[in-house]
């Protein structure tokens, strides 16, 4: 039951690179140089990004959190306390693809159990918090991402995908397995939230109309 | 102040004090499990709920400030439901372990388990278990048994200053780990075993060896460095099992340093429990009563002055009177306390003493280190400087230190450079730190031994005279020129004016072979290779360590734990030990031993009991007459005395100070003997120089 947060296989070393050099200018401009603590979410979340565009695998070392403390001036263990905490830090390697599905009330009872099975048959992953033999995918079982209205939701990396099913699952996935981004989204005739099939009320254009 | 309505009796409690405190105030109970008076308040326990007038809810009393006119009330029917609902949800995933946690008997969750627990658990489900740590020699874990209170990690945090453990995860599987395994680098780790309220830490050395309920407790002084932190040794069977800190707010507060905690085990290995004489260069045991008469027959025809005593570290008072006054009634006055070769200004007590009391450090708003590294020199006074640090806020209390610090201060140091020169640059107002100090309000200035074992300590301490002078760290109302001692025994030898006469040899002199008898009370820190071999050594001491094989007669005396015995701290403060067993074998108290040898020798010493012999150094020194207690320091002054001028005293030589303690874990008999200390001492190593942030 116990955690799992000891990472097996750690990096030698991390070093940002350019481009997280110039987020990370970006996001300390924002505080007080003696409150510059406040840029540990920030500056982990360039470290995760980093990672994932260095190595594919978008997670956050033990000596990238050594890092950012030493750059931030506080106490490791604070850093490794926050990164920890926080369920979107990946504190060891994940696959290419974060497959993420919200399995909270909402998205259960609109059928996410279903989207799980897509995911586990079209990548072969039994559990979550496994990744796929192939090192693609990662699945994860998340808790309420906050889009109950479009659920169920599968998000992937940092897009959501809307209004689910195994079928629409299957095909994200076979999209992101030949290296394209399927535009995120609602997955069916709708725009944002609103109704499938375009809008249902307030369709003439003035108040006055209706009466 | 406030007044707060505590379960209809009123009482009036400082402004931002919070419902426990008044709680307390009223002389309630309120249970609590995160809660700790010297720690930040954590409120995630909710133990500690009451029910407040006008509130929808119970309250966490640890968290909630009082304000005028608040009724408060601790013992209703919803507190009393809301503590057993806490306690329901702690035990579900504690072990049902007591009968073999060394906790059990003096656990906070089984003691508040039983008091306002519900006796009974819904809980069905399977409980959590958790890895245990490896958190070094000392703290042994359990983590199962942790309820995160995250008092270790506000302590190790706050207190000690090394942020090492952290609650990492959330939810169920939140945990407190270092996150990378490590050990604790801490000297005062041992303290977090006594702040877990439960058995989550536990003494490693000591694991599953007793129960707390089965020790005899005597209250002592710890003699492993020269802060005099009040320990309570508690004993089974005539062994010291464990060493606890008791509290006084004007010494150690309520900490105590691994080295007091640990070195325990020291006590019973390689101890001497029968005395020895050398004959013919073959060493062999014989009875008290042959050893004296052996000891007196080489006595019989020498000249007073061609006996010498030195006196270790960890002696009692007593002791020392007792050899003071023996050799003095055979006309020498050879005796030196000062085993490193320190050199004091003794023309006032205030000379040599930690003039603002520890207390002081609370007070003081900037802070000059002049060759002291305090963490290993005294790790509660270290912890007592970081707390000023951190309550004054950023750049509330700077601190300069002149050395080179070999480890983490645990606050922030400025280091202004290696030598005493620097000190000159104070003076004359080239170096910045000089403003600093002058802008204080009650700076403080703590000259250590690194500056005072040189040959330009009389120099060094000059400046630092003149300094505290010139920037007001000496007047009527505030006294901040400290000498920080590491020796327990120091500063009482020096009330006894345990030091060279006008003809007398020093301790460097007596080891060259100014002497021709050399009697070594607990003096095992000097350099045994420069005594000749035409000198006889007479050692008086616990443990069989260098001196004792130099020796030619080796008298078994009595370890600090095992004798009665007067401690005077570093800030001049007297301090009473009770003896809490008995010594091992033949082993008798210094004093006894001493008295009994002066009866042989035929100047039998003038107190036969120790109220006689204690009566006597009231005497020698007034502030003997006092017994102990926490209002009882005789404060040094130093009002009177000008200021010196700096060039009397010699030159400053420029040579960068050195550390006087190199490892921390091996400092004294006591340690060294100590198979725990051993392996600190192996697993931390010789600290390395670590550069100030």
Redesign the interface.
């Known amino acids: 039951?116990?955690?799992a947060?000891t990472p097996a296989e750690q990096p030698d070393s991390f070093v940002f690179d350019s481009a997280s050099e110039a987020e990370i200018a970006g996001v300390l401009s924002k505080y007080p140089e003696?409150r510059k603590a406040s840029a540990v979410m920030p500056l982990l979340y360039i470290a995760q990004r980093q990672m994932g565009r260095v190595t594919g695998s978008a997670w956050v070392p033990?000596v990238a959190m050594d890092v950012i403390a030493q750059r931030l001036g506080m106490?490791?263990?604070?850093v490794?306390?926050v990164a920890?905490?926080y369920t979107m830090f990946n504190t060891r390697p994940i696959g290419r693809y974060h497959l993420q599905v919200c399995t909270t009330t909402p998205c259960w009872l609109r059928g996410s159990d279903d989207v799980v099975e897509a995911c586990q048959k079209a990548t072969g992953i039994q559990h979550f918090g496994e990744t796929s033999a192939d090192g693609l995918f990662t699945m994860t079982e998340v808790e309420c991402l906050g889009a109950c209205a479009n659920a169920p939701i599968l998000q992937v990396d940092d897009d959501f995908y809307e209004d689910m099913n195994a079928e629409r699952t299957a095909k994200v996935i076979a999209e992101l397995r030949a290296g394209r981004r399927p535009t995120p989204g609602p997955m069916i005739d709708r725009n944002v939230s609103a109704p499938e099939g375009g809008r249902k009320t307030l369709l003439s254009s003035s108040t006055a109309d209706q009466e | 102040m406030v007044r707060v309505i505590v379960d209809g009796t009123p009482v009036d409690v400082p402004p931002g004090s919070s419902a426990l405190q008044a709680c307390e105030a009223a002389g309630k109970e309120i249970p609590r499990f995160c809660y700790h008076e010297r720690l930040s308040v954590a409120g995630n326990c909710r133990m500690c709920l009451v029910e407040v007038a006008r509130a929808p809810k119970p309250v966490a009393s640890c968290g909630f400030p009082v304000a005028d006119g608040m009724q408060i009330f601790t013992d209703t029917e919803v507190v009393r439901r809301a503590r057993r609902a806490v306690m329901e949800f702690l035990l579900i995933n504690h072990p049902l372990d007591c009968p073999i946690c060394d906790q059990g008997g003096e656990c906070d969750l089984q003691d508040q388990a039983y008091g306002y627990g519900s006796g009974v658990s819904r809980y069905k489900e399977d409980k959590r278990a958790v890895t245990d740590k490896d958190l070094g020699p000392l703290v042994k874990t359990v983590m199962t048994r942790c309820i995160q209170c995250t008092r270790c990690v506000r302590f190790s945090t706050e207190v000690a200053g090394t942020p090492e453990l952290g609650l990492v995860s959330r939810g169920e599987n939140a945990e407190i780990t270092t996150y990378v395994e490590k050990a604790l680098t801490s000297e005062l780790s041992g303290n977090l075993i006594d702040v877990c309220p439960v058995g989550a830490l536990t003494a490693k050395p000591s694991a599953f060896h007793a129960r707390s309920w089965e020790y005899k407790k005597t209250d002592s002084i710890d003699v492993m460095d020269a802060l005099g932190t009040n320990i309570q040794v508690q004993a089974r069977g005539g062994e010291v099992m464990r060493i606890v800190p008791r509290v006084n707010d004007d010494v150690n507060e309520e900490w105590l340093s691994d080295k007091g905690r640990f070195s325990i085990d020291g006590l019973k290995r390689k101890r001497l429990d029968r005395p020895w004489v050398r004959v013919h260069g073959k060493i062999s045991s014989v009875s008290w009563k042959d050893a004296l008469i052996a000891l007196a027959r080489r006595f019989d025809g020498v000249p007073g002055d061609r006996i010498g005593a030195i006196a270790g570290d960890l002696c009692d008072a007593e002791s020392l009177c007792a050899i003071k006054d023996l050799l003095q009634s055979l006309g020498s006055s050879n005796l030196d306390c000062r085993q490193d070769g320190a050199w004091y200004d003794t023309s006032a007590r205030a000379g040599y003493l930690f003039n603002s009391d520890i207390s002081g450090i609370d007070q003081a708003d900037a802070l000059l280190l002049v060759g002291t590294m305090p963490r290993h020199e005294a790790p509660v006074l270290n912890a007592r400087i970081r707390k000023r640090f951190v309550d004054a806020g950023r750049g509330g209390f700077p601190i300069g230190m002149i050395g080179t610090p070999s480890a983490d201060m645990t606050y922030d140091v400025t280091v202004l450079g290696n030598g005493p020169d620097v000190l000159a640059d104070i003076l004359s107002g080239k170096n910045a730190f000089a403003e600093v100090l002058q802008n204080a309000k009650n700076p403080m200035i703590i000259v250590g031994h690194s500056a005072l074992t040189r040959r330009d300590a009389p120099a060094i301490y000059a400046a630092c005279r003149e300094l505290a002078h010139a920037c007001g760290a000496v007047t009527p109302e505030w006294q901040g020129l400290n000498i920080l001692h590491t020796a327990a025994s120091r500063v009482g030898a020096l009330d006894l004016g345990f030091l060279p006469g006008p003809q007398g040899c020093d301790a460097a002199s007596m080891l060259r072979g100014g002497v021709e008898i050399l009697w070594l009370l607990g003096a095992d820190d000097v350099q045994l290779d420069r005594i000749p071999p035409e000198t006889f050594v007479v050692y008086l001491g616990h443990h069989g360590d260098a001196a004792a094989q130099r020796a030619d007669i080796i008298l078994p005396g009595a370890a600090y734990t095992e004798k009665p015995g007067t401690y005077v701290n570093m800030a001049g403060r007297v301090q009473r030990a009770f003896r809490a067993v008995f010594a091992p074998g033949e082993a008798r108290e210094d004093w006894r031993i001493i008295r009994a040898f002066s009866e042989v020798l035929g100047h039998t010493l003038p107190y036969d009991t120790l109220e006689q012999l204690r009566a006597h150094m009231a005497q020698v020194n007034p502030v003997f007459a006092m017994n102990g207690g926490s209002a009882q320091r005789l404060a040094g002054t130093t009002g009177g005395q000008a200021a010196p001028a700096s060039g009397q005293a010699g030159e400053l030589m420029p040579a960068p100070f050195r550390p006087v303690i190199q490892d921390y874990y091996q400092t004294n008999v006591i340690s060294r003997a100590s198979q725990t200390m051993a392996e600190c001492s192996k697993v931390y190593g010789v600290a390395p120089a670590v550069a100030a942030e």
Do not use: H, K, N, Q
Request: hydrophobic share 50%.
């Open positions: 039951m116990s955690t947060w003696e033990v106490a490791a263990m604070r490794y306390e920890s905490f």
